[in-house]
């Protein structure tokens, strides 16, 4: 990153008789520092660890009005490397690798006394996952019996099977591995009647990048690199195959699948249009569309995927959301064209790819080459990492009862609360005084803000071992064996998934576990959830509160916004997917959204000089980005009006930053990181989020605040004469 060099301030206190303290501030050709004071600075000791990491993640030969993000993260990038383990490095990362060591020992202890049996379950599980010498054992035996169970052969198909079906293969992988190949069809609320759960059924990836196959020459090393994957895979599992050409087949057909996807630029816009018809209407397809949908047994498909569930689709009454139906109707006439033995193919790649990690190691080493060529991971993951990620992500809610208990302050819980309500009123503040809005869809913004509801921590019930185990009481854990296990647990998910079909939404759902760091935003349910795994330092709990509004004050902020970007705006009070915005304030917005997308479709990183920023895809998360900022330093302003200054914000050995100053650091320094070349690549291609470093830079250089904080002189880099400005 580019390093510029400025001359460093600094201020004499001149004390005069009759006047108390003056700070005068000695100004320098970029850049003016006014001294701040208090007097009582925090001696905490989390100020002490606070003022500490903020000065060391500091370089101060940077002039901030140049480059804040390097002022800010300067310091913190170069101490901070990779490590070989991992392909992006950045705070939330490390809470993470701290979440995991964590989660690790209270898995391992010896004692079960007294812990409900969910929590036992889980504990049997990671023993059952670490035990890699049992999967040598088995070999690839367990695949081969999936395999037959799905209609496949044990080996690579060379040409097509007797009797053949996608329908057959699709269906039930579904239901007993959960895996979507083809399409992909969920039970979820029903997005224009959150009131109730309908099935959806739309395109789903076919196991590659899709931007990366359907830009062969661009991302030829990538394709070259999975080619390579699956030719030794395939190597392992049959040697009489023809490996290569087997590849061929994958990345060919895979290729073909992408060219058929809607555009994620289309499924973002307003134009793309989502399809509900009766299950009937769906098996028999549309008189518009293509003669070859009546080839495929639809009906078949269906029936195989809800087998063994307590729901039976009724063809007239049932309704079906449909999002991808140009997709569907393209898919139809693809699988009607292609030779049968390569649909089979892949299928077959589909399952033996997702189940081959769990058998044996070569495999998983192929994985890592795999990663290391593509994203430049240096080490494998350990073994004990990848099964603790395992059992959180099956028993995610056990173990956030272990960790609630022995690793959150609960008293934390009501501070982050009042944060979030801060924020709610600074962002109500801020919408009585758009200009663009009128005064029927302000109000309705407001109505709508106002039923946010707020999920912070953990559920309360989670404590309960009965409710507890309640949770859990349809999965079992087959210790010693960790294939049969995962179907298991596997096909009881999937089941209580279709199952809710019949059931009315659970509105108080939470969407995360608390042992996840990070933060959400429902548009179906209208929530916010700031799962115990990021209320903790950097993030929170900093000792003074213009490092917590500044930081998860701005992810609050965040979050609340998402309710009003691009795609949140489109949802009412209740979650259901409706006009709400008049014709005059939408075109005034459209206009505003267009100034953000044009302003990160600028902006590119030195390490990939060809890229730039997606400024569309990436539109909701800088909206919101933009947005949770200024609802923050705004929350912030609400908090310091009710609070005596002796409480409030000055560190030791940072006496020359004023509390708004510190605000915008606490910002900056939450998104100091770095990442792999590989890494990288993949987020400017196909991500929603900006690269960390213009996520500080893209939203700082729209805050006036900021620069009148920083005393940013107009037209430096960090406070352009254009700012961006919609909430």
Known sequence: MSRERTVRCSSVLICALGISLIALAVYTAVLVLTEYRSPRPCLSEECVGTASRILKALNKDVNPCTDFYEFACGGWIKQNPVPDWATSWDQLARLREQLVMDLRELLEAKSDEGLPESVVKAKSLYRTCVNTEKLEVDGIKPIEGILQRLGLPPRPPTESTANFSWVEVAGLGRRVLGLNVLLSVQVAEDVRNTSRNRVVIEQVSPGFSDRYLLQPEQFSHELEQYHKYIKSMISIADNTTDAGQFADDIIDFSKKLAKIMTPVEVRRSGTHLFHEVSVQQLIQGSSSGPAQWKEHDWKRYLELVFSNTSVELHPNTDRVIVMDLPYLQKLSILL????????????????????????????????????RAVFGLQQRTPRWKSCTANVNANFGVALSYLYVKTHFDTTSRQKAIEMIEDVRSAFAEAVQELDWMDSSTRLKTLSKLKAIRNFVGFPSWLLTHEQLDKHYKHASVME???????????????????????????????????????????????????PAGILQPPFYGNGIEAINYGSIGAIMGHEVTHGFDDQGRRYDEEGNLKQWWSAATLEHYHSKVQCIIDQYSKYHMPQLPNYTVHGFNTQGENIADNGGLRAALRAYNLFSTRTPITRRDALPGLPAYTPDQLFFLGFAQIWCGNSTVGALKSKMVEGVHSPNKIRVIGTLSNSKEFAEAWNCPQGSPMNPPHKCVLW
Not at 341 to 368: K, Y
Not at 507 to 520: E, L, M
């Open 336 to 371: 009607s064209d292609t030779k049968p033995v390569i649909i089979e193919r892949f299928l077959w790649w589909s399952v033996f790819s997702t189940m081959a990690p769990m058998t044996l190691g070569a495999f998983r080493e192929l994985g890592f080459e795999f990663s």
């Open 480 to 530: 010693g064996n960790l294939f049969e296990t995962y179907l298991i647990l596997t096909s009881a998910a999937v089941k209580k998934s279709l199952e809710s079909l019949r059931e009315k939404p659970d509105r108080n759902r939470w969407v995360a576990t608390a042992t996840t760091v990070n933060a959400f935003y429902s548009a179906t349910l209208n929530s916010v959830t700031f």
